[in-house]
């Protein structure tokens, strides 16, 4: 596996290290010793996907608040998406700074997103499909979120959002103590 650092600290995009002979390509998506090196959570509760319908879909931006808080590795299995992590940690050198890259099934890519960041994405395709492993199960007297398009973060979007449900539309304005 390949690891490499983003401007968040903690937020990692990772590209499986392809071995490929006459029949393709073999690949790890996953090694709990490799995230133990860099002192990433290798804990697994629960595996999730997400099928998304139109170009332009946007879900989040979520996360859930102490003491369920969760990590997660998102890689989008078929079409693309545009990613994003904000680091929501209180003291961090990037708290409110965000960072995001293109995942599709073609390049194979992940996020890991660590605790205290908000995760959302952007579909780029129709007919995308994300699949995430995380940390924790899901909690929902812990589930938080805040807008996509909160003036706190000034998020650069890829493209104007199609598609979102009302819950990401409406969270309120950021505020520090809205993280916990």
């Known amino acids: ?66 003491p369920q808080e969760e990590v997660k590795l998102v890689r989008c299995t078929a079409g693309a998406i545009f990613d994003v992590a904000v680091d929501l940690r209180v003291g961090s050198e990037t708290f409110c700074g965000w960072t995001g890259a293109e995942l599709s099934a073609e390049n194979r890519l992940a996020l890991y997103v660590p605790e205290g960041c908000a995760h959302g994405f952007i579909t780029l395709t129709a007919d995308s499909e994300v699949a995430y492993q995380i940390s924790e199960g899901h909690a929902p007297d812990a589930a938080r979120g805040v807008r996509f398009d909160d003036p706190a973060f000034e998020i650069e979007w890829p493209l104007d959002v199609v598609v979102i449900n009302e819950r990401d539309r409406s969270y309120p304005d950021f505020a520090v103590e809205a993280t916990s």
């Open 1 to 66: 596996m390949i690891f490499r650092e983003t401007k968040i600290d903690g937020v990692w995009i990772i590209e499986p290290e392809r071995y490929e002979d006459e029949r393709g390509f073999f690949a790890r998506t996953w090694d709990v010793e490799e995230l133990a090196e860099r002192g990433l959570e290798s804990r697994l509760a629960q595996c999730s996907i997400s099928y998304n319908r139109r170009r332009g879909t946007l879900r989040g931006l979520h996360y859930q608040a102490p």
